[in-house]
């Protein structure tokens, strides 16, 4: 199997994980490997869709305070 590339975005990051996927479907990787590698991908992930949540409640904040309807 290739290196792991870019995993800076959500998108990137599910691609490289297809990727792992489909090479322990090959029998490319080890089963200990591929199941480190989701566990690694799934918090990953998981810290993307958070960050990502993050930053639409601030742009909807701002949006809000313009509009003056802000808490």
Request: a positive charge.
């Amino acid at each position: 199997m290739k290196k792991i590339g870019s995993l800076k975005t959500i998108g990137d990051t599910r691609n490289q994980l297809t990727r792992v996927i489909k090479a322990y479907h090959l029998g490319e990787i080890p089963a200990v490997d591929f199941r480190n590698l989701v566990y690694s991908f799934s918090v990953l992930l998981s810290f993307q869709k958070s960050e990502a949540e993050t930053e639409l409640l601030e742009r909807m904040d701002r949006l809000e305070n313009r509009l003056g309807m802000g808490k």
